[in-house]
């Protein structure tokens, strides 16, 4: 799992899919912060993706580079507290562009509750699921169902 984690670190620029009227919907975005399992995200609090977590807070996203890529299932949690909110404005120049300061934007974060991690470079291809609720590791399929490993 720790692969797939430092995926993330390395490549924090990714499609975030949420739900409007029952249909997903795409954007890029950055994952502002990690800690651990964690994801912190931020963005203007008139936009639409911010209206859809509010009324449908589950989450799914995609970073990828080359043939290698995290996918990641969960939930947006509105609860990041001040200190975070700052060190995330303070830390990612992105948002010094955009805004003045951090007060007046929404924050919200993610704990991986899923995540797959797939490398298509090597033959056979690397694919391993993560169930970070169950506390399972899946190697694959075997028939339509996971491999689980505890």
């Known amino acids: 799992m ?3 984690l430092q995926f993330l670190r390395n490549h924090n620029e990714l499609a975030l899919a949420t739900v409007e009227d029952n ?14 399992t964690t994801l912190f995200f931020c963005t203007n609090p ?11 807070p ?5 970073a ?5 890529y995290v996918r990641c299932v969960g939930k947006a949690q509105f609860d990041v507290d001040d200190e975070r ?3 995330i404005f303070e830390n990612n120049p992105v948002l010094q562009r ?9 924050f919200f974060r993610m704990d991986i509750e899923q ?6 470079r090597p033959t056979p291809p690397y694919f391993k699921h993560y169930d970070l609720i169950e506390g399972t590791v899946g190697d694959g399929f075997v028939g339509d169902k996971w491999s689980k490993n505890k």
């Open 58 to 62: 589950n989450l799914e996203l995609l």
């Open 115 to 120: 995540m797959d991690h797939y490398d298509l």
């Open 98 to 106: 955009l805004y003045d300061d951090y007060h007046g934007m929404a």
């Open 23 to 36: 249909k997903p919907k795409i954007r890029i975005f950055q994952i502002m912060k990690q800690e651990g």
């Open 46 to 56: 008139k936009k639409d993706v911010w209206k859809q977590l509010q009324h449908n």
């Open 2 to 4: 720790e692969k797939a």
């Open 85 to 87: 909110q700052r060190w």
């Open 64 to 68: 990828s580079y080359g043939q290698e």
